[in-house]
């Protein structure tokens, strides 16, 4: 039977951009399907702008730091509207280039929703095109509990394009977006609260790292409200009022919640189709991203395994891989390094000292290091360096790194690779650091602790 489209991706993401991309610079014939701008969560709300977010919220800190070094600096000002202008423009900028890349190797852009007739057709707005494959890549969204005002709150979405910065905010959540959006408010002068169930946010983290976090934000005064709820959101004059469950209720100007996403399945007509979702409605895919239809594949946040664009973008590459040349292959999902844009930054790759006790019980060595950045020196400040080396004992291989500091997201993603290779403590040891900096803690620590 002769198809439209070798491959027919729905989603224009991290993972759909590269999986079309590859497969149709290998000759395949492609389509993608976006009804909203090209390059997905990650470029339009979420790690891009985020981070230019986070580099605008740090000038507050390198401000606090300047006069020790002799700067005067006058009364400093931020603009948000500027900001927020700044930042669409590089983003539509990004749009464009994903649209260029797309076009370049000859993948036709097809825009509007589209929705999966049968395995090997999918309907966009009055259109139907046939395919050989379909891959379903359609990301995540944002998920606001049902709560007494929970229309009243916005999402990481919303906190993109805010008209007006709030002078004081609650944020909802303990996970990666929560904890980077406290240090962005903060940072940028708004009061902000964050709320969240556990005794601790960022579960799942290093034990020490959610610790150090902690410290790190309590300094700054980010006001932290662990192990509670939110009970209702009231619209008042000025703005909402926040009941809690420990009965305190705080005015603000703005509430966002950050409590998870949830993959974006809605209307795409799975109902019809034999695909298996699991019960948070994440698609169920086999090692080689085939759902339970032999046409029909999903990738990315979808899946919900790793919701991280690199991961996207590796199961991208491992699909198209086997579209091109029919060998089925895998992602390895083992040591994937990560980074939280915390205030200062956190980073890990590998095993969580929890993590490796349940695994290797007592045949272990923690080497932890906690210092005064250099800059502190004329700097102030008390934010101090924090980093940790888990090791075997018997083999001496590193199975775990973390560092809450300053550039640890750039320190950790070079560890990674020596991690993935499989380094001893030995090869830490016997490699010579770069002087003065504080990545060069990693290779010095000697005594590790009881
Ligand atoms: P996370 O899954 O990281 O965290 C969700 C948080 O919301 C958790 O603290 C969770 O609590 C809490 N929560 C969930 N449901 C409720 C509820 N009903 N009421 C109150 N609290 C609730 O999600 P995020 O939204 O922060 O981020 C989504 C994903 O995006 C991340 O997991 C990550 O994969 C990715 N991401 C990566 C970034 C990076 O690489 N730097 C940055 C931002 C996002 P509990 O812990 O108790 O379950």
Not at 34 to 51: D, F, H, R, S
Not at 197 to 226: A, C, M, T, W
Not at 235 to 264: F, H, Q, W
């Amino acid at each position: 039977m002769k198809y439209d489209f070798d491959l027919f991706v729905i989603g224009a993401g991290s993972g759909g951009v590269r999986t079309a991309r590859m497969s149709a610079s290998k000759g395949l014939k492609v389509g993608i399907a976006e009804y909203q701008a090209l390059g997905g969560t990650c470029v339009n709300v979420g790690c891009i702008p985020k981070k230019l977010f986070v580099y605008a919220s740090e000038y507050s800190h390198i401000f606090d730091q300047a006069e020790g070094f002799g700067w005067s600096i006058a009364k400093t000002e931020f603009n948000w509207d500027i900001l927020r202008e700044n930042k669409n423009k590089e983003i539509e900028r990004l749009n464009k280039i994903y649209n260029n890349l797309l076009d370049h190797v000859g993948v036709k852009v097809i825009r509007g929703r589209a929705s999966i007739l049968d395995p090997h057709s999918v309907k966009v707005g009055n259109n139907v095109y046939t395919a050989k494959n379909i891959l379903i890549a359609t990301g995540g969204t944002p998920y606001i509990p049902e709560f007494p005002g929970s229309k009243l709150v916005v999402t990481s979405n919303e906190a993109f394009y805010l008209k007006e910065l709030p002078r004081k905010i609650i944020i909802v959540g303990g996970g990666y977006i929560a904890v980077e959006f406290a240090g962005i408010f903060k940072g940028l002068g708004v009061e902000t609260h964050l709320v969240y169930r556990g005794p601790l946010f960022l579960k799942g983290f290093d034990s020490d790292v959610r610790n150090k976090i902690k410290e790190e934000y309590e300094n700054q005064g980010v006001v932290l409200h662990f192990s509670t709820d939110v009970e209702e959101v009231k619209k008042i004059n000025s703005g909402y009022c926040v009941r809690l469950s420990t009965k305190e209720e705080i005015d603000v100007d703005l509430v966002m919640y950050a409590t998870g996403r949830i993959p974006n399945i809605k209307d795409l007509g799975l109902e019809s189709l034999n695909i298996k979702t699991k019960s948070n409605g994440t698609i169920i895919v086999d090692d080689y991203f085939n759902t339970s239809e032999p046409s029909i594949y999903a990738l990315g946040d979808v899946i919900g395994r790793i919701e991280l664009t690199p991961v996207a973008i590796a199961e991208g590459m491992a699909l198209s891989n086997f579209f091109v040349t029919g060998m089925r292959s895998s992602v390895d999902y083992t040591n994937i390094p990560t980074a939280i844009f915390s205030q200062p930054n956190s980073a890990s790759v590998g095993l969580t000292e929890e993590e490796a006790i349940k695994i290797h019980g007592i045949d272990l060595r923690i080497y932890k290091s906690q210092f005064r950045p250099m800059k502190a020196t004329l700097g102030g400040g008390d934010s101090k360096v924090f980093m940790k080396l888990i090791v075997i004992h018997s083999s001496d291989v590193v199975i775990g790194c973390h560092m809450v500091g300053d550039y640890a997201g750039e320190i950790i993603q070079g560890l990674a690779v020596a991690i993935k290779a499989g380094a001893t403590k030995q090869n830490f040891d016997s490699t010579v650091g770069i002087h003065p900096t504080a990545a060069e803690e990693f290779v010095t620590m000697r005594q590790p602790v009881d």
